[in-house]
């Protein structure tokens, strides 16, 4: 470590932020992997590591992974629930390695829902 | 792998500390491994998330789910739930007091959602070991805004139009302290930071400290710049703090190492340093001037102020101290405006520098509150609000008898009074004062008088002795609390406590003499019934001074109801139950240490106090 300039307060700060923007629970995406035992037990680990490999080539830092239990679509896993910020809640289903690469591509980064991966947009009512 | 899914972030503060909290974090991260997580979990230790009293605590970003009172034998259980199959565990949530749902979500239990954090923004947030994540939260870019674009004087006006007031204590207006000093004649000035909190019950400049010790030193830099002419700057610490020392201190090496301290700071021509310097943990240290007589190496005794420190302070320099909270205020004061922080509070300030208080203040909530801990709430908010919102109620559906702000000095605020504005000048109007903001809560179990005898005993032991006043008229003052305690008080006492405690209020050198008969007055103010009841009746109305209280078995209840259980005469340690199995049993008044444990054991409620 040197001396700062002023320059390097906001270069230091927007290293730190790519870290802390989890701790805020702040992000642009969410990325939920359901993974309850048949989630886990269709592969939802490898999806989960797929995503989290995209995300480190593609170097982006306000996208947030996370997973959940079990959706009840047990047949349907692995299964993921995507939310990009301001907008409805878009469930995946029966997915591959393959098939998460092309949603990340298309839906966190370009913005555009995958239509034929999709099962469902929106969430369940909570009464 | 850069990006973790998952930040553990573990509170460090002392309290959480003093549980464990290094232990669960060597859980986790022993956990994490075993269950190959290393690259989507990293555990982070934070300071003091302010909710002590459910510590140890975790709280696991990016969801925010709150886990308390957790146990190493937890960890493992919660590191495969909820971070391998992502079901977080609900039996280690919150419950708030009489409900039966957990709250998962930090952001959504109550004590958190009704705060509002200034001096506390970072608090669980960053690591306050890490000045780059102090940095990642805008840190030390106030003082790059006061170097490149700010004259001192302006400094000096935002601060005094911000309405800023001294978080120590006394409430004096930061900015007219530091215009003072600023306009005093000397090329050699300092400034200092007091962090000699001693009050008992209060801990919130150590969990400042604790949790982000850069905020203080930025603070101090930006002091520093606006009055002029310091180069040296100094934190008063007492050695009861271990942890608050060593978070400064690699705080302080890590803002050296970045050219944040020392010499031509961001090649502006402005070199500043700070020192720390360690207290022995004297009470009246943390009076200005007694805890620059320590820095000098003397001891710690205070001196008559009519010279002020701002003018003759360390080594006879023009000095500016304020207290942790304070300079933790100022960054934001910097980036964000007066006019943000003169908008949160009561009174207006534009006028007079006096004429309100302005942000928020820190308090640490103790005592007989479901929620202790450390809260920062805006100046203007009611007392019940922080006892009953953030503070959760008194526990066990307990009644509330009286709230003790200010610490030692302070006074005790009865219920009838629980509407009043939390500011400086309404706690001053009622008796008591804001302190440095130590608030202890007392339910109908806490005898007054009592309560009062002891926060005398703290001053009077604290007392340095340098003047009659204080030295002995708090100790005659407490030699009459004695006896009234003991059974021996008449109605002559409670005159001549009154006369005392004038006396010590009006002819004592420093503000420790100056306020110790605080909880005395206030309590004889408003718990005069108490006093009464004491020296009158010689009876002890919430069953606390010994002498005056007497434990009697109702013999009826004891051998109807309870069939002469025998519990009570197997527990007594002093052999004062008479009785066999079977019988009726009673105490032998004479033997009965008054402990208390027949009382705590009987199922029956067959014994009674008086």
């Known amino acids: 470590m040197g001396k700062l300039k002023i320059e390097d307060l906001e270069k230091i700060a927007e290293e730190a932020r790519k870290k802390m923007t989890i701790r805020e629970g702040g992000g642009r995406a969410k990325i939920t992997v359901h993974m309850g035992t048949c989630g886990i037990a269709a592969g939802a680990r490898n999806i989960m590591n797929t995503f989290l490999k995209e995300i480190e080539t593609h170097d982006v830092h306000?996208?947030?992974?996370?997973?959940?239990?079990?959706?009840?679509?047990?047949?349907?896993?692995?299964?993921?629930?995507?939310?990009?910020?301001?907008?409805?809640?878009?469930?995946?289903?029966?997915?591959?390695?393959?098939?998460?690469?092309?949603?990340?591509?298309?839906?966190?980064?370009?913005?555009?829902?995958?239509?034929?991966?999709?099962?469902?947009?929106?969430?369940?009512?909570?009464? | 792998m850069t990006?973790?899914?998952?930040?553990?972030?573990?509170?460090?503060?002392?309290?959480?500390?003093s549980n464990h909290a290094f232990e669960i974090r060597d859980a986790f991260e022993r956990e994490i491994k075993k269950n190959n997580l290393q690259t989507e979990a990293a555990v982070i230790t934070t300071g003091c998330n302010g909710f002590c009293g459910a510590g140890p605590l975790v709280v696991v970003q990016p969801d925010g789910i709150f886990y308390q009172l957790l146990k190493v034998s937890d960890i493992p259980h919660l590191v495969a739930e909820h971070f391998l199959k992502g079901r977080p565990v609900k039996k280690l949530m919150y419950i708030p007091p009489e409900e039966k749902t957990p709250i998962p979500k930090m952001s959504e239990i109550p004590f958190f959602a009704d705060q509002t954090l200034i001096a506390l923004r970072n608090r669980g947030m960053i690591d306050p070991e890490k000045i780059e994540d102090y940095i990642g939260r805008g840190g030390y870019k106030a003082i790059a805004k006061v170097l490149t674009s700010m004259k001192p004087e302006e400094v000096v006006t935002e601060i005094k139009a911000s309405g800023l007031r001294g978080r120590g204590g006394g409430g004096f207006p930061t900015g007219v302290k530091w215009e003072s000093c600023k306009k005093a004649h000397g090329t050699a000035k300092y400034v200092i930071c007091n962090a000699d909190e001693g009050d008992p019950g209060a801990f919130m400049d150590r969990s400042i400290v604790e949790?982000?010790?850069?905020?203080?030193?930025?603070?101090?830099?930006?002091?520093?710049?606006?009055?002029?002419?310091?180069?040296?700057?100094f934190i008063y610490v007492r050695m009861q703090y271990p942890l608050a020392i060593h978070r400064f201190e690699v705080a302080i090496k890590q803002a050296r190492e970045y050219g944040l301290l020392g010499k031509n700071i961001f090649d502006k021509g402005f070199d500043f340093d700070i020192e720390i310097r360690?207290?022995?943990?004297?009470?009246?240290?943390?009076?200005?001037t007694a805890l620059m007589t320590s820095i000098e190496g003397k001891v710690g005794e205070p001196r008559a102020k009519y010279i002020h420190t701002v003018e003759k302070g360390l080594w006879d320099c023009p000095t500016c101290l304020n207290n942790v909270e304070t300079w933790a205020n100022v960054p934001q004061i910097i980036l964000k405006g007066a006019k943000w922080f003169s908008s949160i509070g009561t009174g207006d300030v534009s006028v007079d520098p006096w004429g309100g208080s302005k942000g928020t203040k820190v308090f640490s909530l103790a005592g007989k509150v479901n929620n202790t801990g450390l809260v920062e709430v805006p100046m203007g908010i009611t007392m019940r609000d922080i006892i009953y919102k953030v503070g959760g109620g008194i526990p066990e559906g307990k009644k509330f008898k009286a709230v003790q702000t200010g610490g030692p000095s302070g006074g005790f605020i009865p219920e009838t009074l629980l509407d009043l504005p939390v500011d400086y000048e309404e706690l001053a109007k009622v008796?008591?004062?804001?302190?440095?903001?130590?608030?202890?809560?007392?339910?109908?179990?806490?005898?007054?008088?009592?309560?009062?005898?002891?926060?005398?005993?703290?001053?009077?032991?604290?007392?340095c002795?340098?003047?009659?006043?204080?030295?002995?008229?708090?100790?005659?003052?407490?030699?009459?609390?004695?006896?009234?305690?003991?059974?021996?008080?008449?109605?002559?006492?409670?005159?001549?406590?009154?006369?005392?405690?004038?006396?010590?209020?009006?002819?004592?050198?420093?503000?420790?003499?100056?306020?110790?008969?605080?909880?005395?007055?206030?309590?004889?103010?408003?718990f005069r019934e108490e006093y009464e009841a004491h020296v009158r009746d010689k009876k002890c109305p919430a069953h606390v001074?010994?002498?005056?209280?007497?434990?009697?078995?109702?013999?009826?209840?004891?051998?109807?109801?309870?069939?002469?259980?025998?519990?009570?005469?197997?527990?007594?340690?002093?052999?004062?139950?008479?009785?066999?199995?079977?019988q009726a049993h009673r105490i032998d008044p004479s033997k009965c240490g008054k402990c208390g444990i027949c009382y705590d054991v009987c199922k029956f409620d067959a014994i009674h106090i008086e």
């Not at chain 1, 997973?67 to 896993?77: F, H, I, Q, Y």
């Open chain 1, 62 to 127: 306000d996208v947030i992974i996370t997973s959940t239990g079990c959706a009840g679509l047990c047949n349907k896993e692995p299964m993921i629930t995507i939310e990009l910020t301001g907008q409805a809640p878009v469930k995946y289903i029966q997915l591959t390695e393959a098939k998460a690469k092309r949603i990340f591509d298309e839906h966190i980064m370009k913005g555009k829902f995958v239509q034929e991966y999709a099962y469902a947009i929106g969430s369940e009512k909570i009464l």
């Open chain 2, 211 to 233: 949790g982000d010790p850069h905020s203080v030193i930025e603070g101090m830099l930006i002091g520093a710049y606006a009055i002029e002419n310091v180069t040296q700057g």
């Open chain 2, 465 to 526: 002795g340098k003047c009659i006043p204080c030295r002995e008229g708090t100790k005659r003052m407490l030699d009459i609390l004695d006896k009234i305690t003991m059974g021996k008080g008449s109605e002559e006492d409670l005159v001549m406590l009154e006369e005392l405690s004038s006396m010590v209020v009006e002819s004592s050198l420093c503000a420790l003499g100056g306020s110790a008969p605080n909880p005395v007055l206030t309590s004889m103010k408003y």
């Open chain 2, 3 to 17: 990006t973790h899914r998952i930040q553990v972030m573990v509170c460090t503060g002392t309290g959480c500390v």
């Open chain 2, 431 to 463: 008796g008591s004062m804001m302190g440095s903001g130590g608030m202890l809560v007392t339910d109908e179990e806490n005898c007054m008088v009592d309560m009062a005898k002891y926060f005398l005993s703290f001053t009077q032991d604290e007392s």
């Open chain 2, 278 to 288: 360690r207290g022995a943990g004297a009470f009246v240290c943390g009076e200005s």
């Open chain 2, 545 to 582: 001074c010994k002498p005056l209280i007497k434990y009697s078995i109702d013999e009826n209840v004891c051998i109807q109801v309870g069939h002469g259980c025998d519990v009570c005469r197997k527990q007594c340690i002093d052999n004062a139950i008479i009785g066999e199995k079977n």
